[in-house]
C-alpha cells in the first residue's frame, strides 16, 4: 500500500508493472479474508472467536484458507518492497532520510485511526504506520542489522504465536455467550454512530491484534527490502532463481502445511493466520512476478488488478466501507439476511466488491495518477497537486 508514484518505480524511475498487479492482487485477496468478518451476523466478535468459517463446513474452512492471513502477508512484504524503492528515490534526488518520509508515516498513522473508528475494528494501516517508522531508519543500516533485527522480529512473532495457541489450547480465549449476542446486536440492528462507540469503548479488545501485526509486520517489511535487493522483480536468472525457492518455500512448504493446521481445529488459529500464512506469502509474490514477467499483454483482469494496486490504499478502506453497508444492519443487513446462505453468497459478495473496485479503479485512474485518498495524503505530503494521468 503506497500513497506516492515513486514507491513502484526502479531506481532508473521506471514502474515496476508487476509490484502494481502484486499489490493488487493482494489488495483483493486481503478483502477475501475480511469478507468473512463482514458476513458473520457476529461481525468482529465472530472473528476473534477463532472459528471464522467453521460454520460453514468443509467448503467455508477451504475458501477461507484460501486467503486467510496469506494476502495480508504478502501486502505487508509489498509495503517493504516500496518502501525501499521510496529510499531509493530519496537517494537519487538527494534528499535526508527518513526526513519528510515521517511525515508520510505520521498522514498514515491518521489515516488508519479514523479508517478504524469510522468504518473497521480489523484495520492495518494504524501498525504499518508504526511499524514503517522503525524499519524507516533500518532500510539505510548494514546489512547484517538489518537482517538482524529481522530475525529478532521473527523469534518474538514466533513466541507470541506459540504463547496464544498455547492459551487456546487450554480453552482461555474462547468466545462467551454474551459476547456473541452482543456482536449480533451490534452489527445486525445496532445504528452506525453505536458501533463506532463501541470501537471507542472495546478499542483495546479490538486492537489487541496489533501485538502480533507490529513484530510480524516488522519482520515482513525487512523480507521485503530483501526480496527486491535479492532481485525478485528482476528479468534475469537470478531472478529467476530467486522466485523458484520463494515458490518451494511458499507452494511447497507453507501452503500443506496450512491446509493441515485449517483443519486442526479453531485452537490452531494463531498458527493458521500468523505464522504459516507470511511462509506462502513468498511464493505467492513468485507466482505473480513469473505470471507478470511472462505475460506481458494486456487483458481486462490484469489491467483492474493493476489499477487495483495502483489506488491499493483507496480500494483497501472503500471497500470495507462498501462491505459495511451491504452487511450491517444499519445498512442492508445482509449479514444477518442471509447467514443461512453462507459460504455461497459470500463469494459472490467477494466477487462483485472485487469487480466493482477493479472498474472504478480503472476509470478513475484514467484521469488522475493515484486513488483520492493517495491524491489527498500527496498534497498534505509534499503541499502540491499531483498531475493529471494519461489513459491507463
Known amino acids: 500500500?503506497?500513497?506516492?508514484?515513486?514507491?513502484?518505480?526502479?531506481?532508473?524511475?521506471?514502474?515496476?508493472?508487476?509490484?502494481?498487479?502484486?499489490?493488487?492482487?493482494?489488495?483483493l485477496g486481503t478483502l477475501g479474508t475480511n469478507i468473512w468478518i463482514?458476513?458473520?451476523?457476529?461481525?468482529?466478535?465472530?472473528?476473534?472467536?477463532?472459528?471464522?468459517?467453521?460454520?460453514?463446513?468443509?467448503?467455508?474452512?477451504?475458501l477461507l484458507t484460501l486467503s486467510n492471513g496469506k494476502f495480508l502477508a504478502l501486502l505487508s512484504i509489498l509495503f517493504g518492497v516500496g518502501l525501499e524503492l521510496q529510499y531509493r528515490s530519496a537517494l537519487r534526488r538527494g534528499r535526508r532520510w527518513p526526513g519528510r518520509y515521517l511525515l508520510r508515516a505520521t498522514l498514515l498513522l491518521f489515516e488508519g485511526l479514523v479508517h478504524y473508528?469510522?468504518?473497521?475494528?480489523?484495520?492495518?494501516?494504524?501498525?504499518?504506520?508504526?511499524v514503517s517508522v522503525h524499519v524507516a531508519f533500518l532500510v539505510s543500516r548494514s546489512d547484517r542489522m538489518r537482517r538482524g533485527w529481522l530475525a529478532l522480529a521473527g523469534v518474538v512473532h514466533v513466541a507470541l504465536v506459540g504463547l496464544l495457541t498455547l492459551a487456546a489450547h487450554a480453552g482461555q480465549l474462547s468466545l462467551s455467550a454474551e459476547?456473541?449476542?452482543?456482536?449480533?446486536?451490534?452489527y445486525g440492528s445496532a445504528?452506525?454512530?453505536?458501533?463506532?462507540?463501541?470501537r471507542?469503548?472495546?478499542?483495546?479488545?479490538?486492537r489487541s491484534e496489533l501485538v502480533i501485526i507490529i513484530p510480524l509486520s516488522t519482520m515482513l517489511f525487512l523480507a521485503g527490502i530483501e526480496v527486491l535487493r535479492a532481485g525478485t522483480f528482476e528479468d534475469s536468472e537470478r531472478g529467476a532463481r530467486v522466485r523458484r525457492r520463494m515458490l518451494v518455500a511458499g507452494v511447497g512448504v507453507g501452503l500443506p502445511l496450512n491446509l493441515v493446521t485449517a483443519f486442526a481445529g479453531p485452537e490452531?488459529?494463531?498458527v493458521d493466520r500468523y505464522l504459516l500464512p507470511p511462509i506462502v506469502a513468498f511464493g505467492l509474490l513468485a507466482a505473480v512476478v513469473e505470471i507478470a514477467r511472462r505475460s506481458r499483454g494486456g487483458g481486462v483482469l490484469r489491467r483492474g488488478l493493476v489499477a487495483t494496486g495502483r489506488a491499493a490504499m483507496s480500494c483497501y478502506v472503500f471497500q470495507n466501507l462498501v462491505c459495511s453497508v451491504l452487511c450491517y444492519g444499519w445498512g442492508f443487513g445482509l449479514a444477518t439476511a442471509l447467514s443461512d446462505a453462507r459460504p455461497w453468497w459470500v463469494i459472490g459478495a467477494w466477487a462483485a466488491v472485487s469487480a466493482l473496485f477493479m472498474t472504478l479503479a480503472s476509470l478513475w485512474l484514467r484521469r488522475f495518477t493515484r486513488g483520492p485518498l493517495e491524491l489527498v495524503l500527496h498534497r498534505l505530503y509534499t503541499g502540491r497537486p499531483s498531475r493529471t494521468a494519461e489513459p491507463v
Open 38 to 62: 463482514f458476513t458473520d451476523p457476529r461481525g468482529a466478535f465472530g472473528w476473534v472467536s477463532t472459528d471464522a468459517g467453521e460454520d460453514s463446513g468443509v467448503v467455508g474452512t477451504l
Open 191 to 198: 445504528s452506525w454512530a453505536e458501533q463506532v462507540v463501541a
Open 117 to 130: 473508528l469510522l468504518i473497521f475494528e480489523f484495520d492495518v494501516l494504524t501498525g504499518y504506520a508504526l
Open 179 to 186: 459476547d456473541t449476542d452482543t456482536g449480533r446486536h451490534l
Open 200 to 206: 471507542i469503548e472495546e478499542a483495546a479488545y479490538f
Open 1 to 27: 500500500m503506497n500513497d506516492g508514484r515513486h514507491n513502484t518505480a526502479t531506481p532508473g524511475g521506471q514502474r515496476i508493472d508487476a509490484l502494481d498487479l502484486a499489490r493488487g492482487v493482494a489488495i
Open 268 to 270: 490452531w488459529f494463531f
